[in-house]
């Protein structure tokens, strides 16, 4: 049986642990950092390595190898093979090591770099990356965005690799055609026998402003490496994409009343200008879309919305509306009369209102509604139902009546009535002869006739309501008879 070589296992191992190409990135809000820091559970969104790059193509996607084990540089005692086997690796950050940082420490470092172990180009293993390595983003687009500028950290990690590596930022507009040469400044070498972490900063001017299509960026190397011995490990590490130009309006705050009545309008307004107004429910209250004037529909709420809109997107604010109904007073209910000194309650059918009298010289009214009756005439008792709306208010006529019928009390002891207060019957005595006995109620409304009763008479009255009644002898004397 044929051994298998300790290069072609860790191949091995690593088809279990490992990224490609991840999907393109949609830009957010400025700037757009990456640090690598998750690359154990894959590439960021966005990014994806490649081999065999060239001018005008992007090369072939390779795979990277997130196992931070295997991701080691410089020291070979844990095993030589996995620092210098190539492929695209998950390295500790020159950021949170040294030169010399121990093979067992470095998989525990959390500060993480996107790298590469470059080899010769004619590896069975990994092919094309000396020269043809790179480091893609890959863009959605670039619309409404402009000013693009980038910057990086591009470390070299190996101190004991002689060659040297020239690298190159470049972009693309478009998934086809020539890649360009960004400027950047800072040194775009690595390897030999350094240990290096430089920040490159990237201007890529105009060239990305406003692209609709895909975009990429990236980091390749072009041209093979100079020198002779090993090739070192590159990595790149805190990556930050920042941009300027066209940005989404803010309106600013809506200002204006916040009720409206049923049938009434209020005017919205906000500081910028140019946006369109809407209602989140027409049925309570509509908005003019280019005056903001707001008319109330049916009582509820409705949020009222400002929208601003660019090439960059939408900017919006709202405004919530109530929509108030006008006040109801209902109807007032009660007695028509009620006599002079003498009370009677009228029942509003709503609530919440203030009972007022037109005339208190005739009657007056109280907080619960009870009238009570001044001097003889008519009056008009109001129920005033009071909101943001107005006032509304029903009314209810009650005449005060001189339930004595103007005619003087005889004088004491002319005519006797016991009980009285009675429960059911009256008895009516009098020296003088009885011609007639008028009984009326409170309204003044005779319920009761008698004539030709003689000096003594009794009267049944148990089939009247309760209340105060009014009994009228021989046409000019009146008593008040309680009926219980």
Request: with cysteine.
């Amino acid at each position: 049986m044929k051994k298998i070589s300790s290069t072609l296992l860790a191949a091995f191992i690593g088809l279990f642990s490992f990224s490609g190409a991840n999907a393109q990135l949609t830009l957010g809000t400025s700037p757009y950092t990456q640090n690598f820091d998750n690359i154990a559970s894959g590439l960021p969104t966005g990014w994806g390595v490649y081999v065999s790059a060239t001018a005008t193509s992007l090369g072939t996607l390779a795979i990277l190898d997130t196992n931070r084990t295997r991701g080691l540089y410089y020291d070979t005692s844990c095993s030589s093979s996995l620092v210098i086997n190539g492929g695209f690796k998950n390295y500790p950050s020159a950021t949170a090591v040294t030169a010399r940082t121990s093979c067992t420490t470095q998989p525990t470092i959390s500060n993480r770099a996107l790298g590469v172990r470059q080899v010769t180009n004619t590896s069975s293993l990994f092919p094309g990356s000396d020269s043809g390595a790179s480091f893609v983003l890959h863009l959605a687009n670039t619309a409404g965005k402009s000013n693009f500028t980038a910057t990086f950290k591009l470390q070299s990690l190996d101190s004991s690799s002689p060659r040297t590596t020239t690298w190159l930022v470049q972009y693309r507009r478009g998934t086809t055609g020539a890649f360009a040469t960004a400027s950047a400044t800072g040194t775009l070498t690595t390897g030999g026998n350094s240990f290096t972490n430089r920040t490159i900063s990237v201007n890529f001017g105009s060239n990305l402003d406003t692209c609709s299509s895909d975009v990429y960026i990236r980091l390749v190397t072009l041209t093979g490496s100079t020198g002779a011995g090993n090739r070192t490990s590159t990595t790149i590490d805190d990556y930050s994409l920042s941009w300027t130009g066209c940005v989404a309006p803010t309106p600013g705050a809506i200002t204006g009343p916040t009720a409206v009545c049923i049938g009434a309008s209020i005017r919205l307004d906000d500081t910028t200008t140019g946006g369109t107004w809407t209602s989140s429910n027409s049925s309570i209250a509509s908005v003019n879309a280019s005056t903001g004037v707001v008319t109330g529909v049916s009582a509820g709420t409705a949020t009222i919305t400002y929208t601003i809109t660019n090439a960059c997107g939408s900017g919006y604010v709202t405004q919530l509306v109530t929509v108030e109904a006008s006040a109801v007073a209902g109807t007032v209910t009660g007695a028509d009369s009620v006599c002079m000194t003498l009370t009677t309650t009228l029942t509003a059918s709503a609530t919440g209102g203030v009972w007022s009298s037109t005339n208190t010289s005739l009657a007056t009214v109280s907080t619960t509604g009870v009238v009570t009756g001044v001097a003889s005439g008519m009056d008009t008792i109001k129920y005033t139902v009071t909101n943001s709306c107005g006032s509304v208010e029903a009314s209810h006529n009650v005449y005060v009546k001189n339930c004595h019928l103007g005619v003087t009390t005889v004088a004491e002891g002319a005519f006797t009535i016991s009980p009285n207060p009675t429960t059911g019957a009256i008895t009516i005595s009098s020296n003088d002869m009885i011609n007639s006995v008028e009984i009326f109620n409170q309204t003044g409304v005779r319920v009761y006739n008698v004539t030709d009763c003689g000096k003594n008479t009794t009267v049944s009255i148990d089939w009247l309501p309760n209340g105060i009644y009014f009994t009228k002898i021989n046409g000019t004397s009146v008593y008040k008879v309680i009926k219980q």
